[in-house]
């Protein structure tokens, strides 16, 4: 009877082999789960507890002093007088109040220009679908021309084409009262909340901030990563509308660009003179009697090099 021996491994490297395994697995898993928040825009938070705090007691503010000013004083109608893209400048004059799209010239160019393009669609357009979407189109081709774009801007140009007999009887009325007035109200009330804290001071301009010394790539002792611009974020406090990602991407192009800027760059003079002084050397050690001869005629090429470049300038 033959008897066939089986080779078991030892205990120990199972258990090595099972961890392994284990460890690739999660790293899979998380790198699965990384790639999908990026994917989805799922990204890290960096403000405290107390900016998070801040922006929302802010927004509540202004909200409330637009409902106040267009109830007790304009007597208008809150359904009227409230308009919902109000809601979402809150979000950006609060959350982000140093956000590009934030600043005053946006949000009020934007509002305006915007519920201008409205109101003008909903009364030369019958078609109130192809009337939304033409003004909708208009409007942020219009705030990006004039450097004020607001995204609420779009719903306030939505808004004058769907607002009802409310809103369209106001005519280019609905301009200034409510999207202008309410424009207003919540941009003096984030001038005045934020500028009880230096860090989140609005406008932007008026933030106080160090200034911090330029380094140059070749003086860095090592390249930014963006880990370097996430800690950088935290460490602002303030909700600012670009990742990490993009912000290296930033400044690996902008050292680039300034690579090339600083090449030096070399003229078509000086090419010839660099040549001319070469040739002479040469000349000199080969045949002394030769060099008179091609330093003239160095001379002459440098003179011809010359008046081209005055022709062509």
């Known amino acids: 009877m033959i008897q066939v021996s089986t080779y078991n491994p030892p205990a120990l490297f199972n258990r090595s082999f ?114 939304l979407s033409i003004a909708v189109g208009l409007a942020i081709v219009a705030m990006h021309y004039l450097r004020c774009l607001h995204p609420p801007g779009g719903a306030a140009a939505l808004l004058a084409v769907t607002g009802g007999a409310g809103v369209t009887e106001q005519g280019f009325g609905f301009v200034l009262m409510p999207v202008l007035a309410n424009a207003l109200i919540l941009m003096t009330v984030a001038v005045v909340f934020n500028a009880f804290f230096a860090w989140r001071r609005y406008p932007a301009h008026l933030a106080q901030r160090q200034p911090r010394p330029v380094i140059r790539t070749a003086q860095r002792a090592a390249a930014l990563t963006e880990e370097d611009f996430a800690a950088a974020l935290q460490k602002m406090d303030s909700f600012i509308d670009v990742t990490p990602e993009d912000l290296q991407t930033l400044v690996e192009l902008a050292d680039e660009h300034a690579s090339r800027r600083l090449r030096p760059v070399v003229k078509p003079l000086d090419t010839v003179k660099m040549l001319r002084t070469l040739f002479r050397k040469d000349a000199e050690d080969s045949n002394p009697r030769n060099a008179q001869s091609l330093s003239s005629q160095a001379k002459e090429q440098a003179k011809t090099s010359t008046v081209e470049d005055d022709n062509g300038g």
């Open 18 to 131: 099972v961890l392994v395994i284990d460890e690739v697995s999660v790293s899979v898993v998380q790198k699965f789960w990384h790639e999908f928040f990026l994917l989805i825009g799922l990204g890290d938070n960096a403000t405290s507890h107390k900016e998070k705090l801040l922006s929302g007691i802010g927004a509540a503010l202004g909200m409330y002093a637009i409902v106040l000013f267009g109830t007790h004083y304009a007597g208008a109608e809150q359904s009227i007088w409230l308009t919902a893209s109000i809601g979402a400048s809150a979000v950006l004059l609060f959350a982000a109040p140093h956000g590009a799209l934030s600043q005053p010239w946006p949000l009020l160019g934007g509002y305006l220009v915007s519920a201008m393009i409205g109101v003008s669609c909903q009364q030369l357009i019958t078609d109130s679908g192809l009337a």
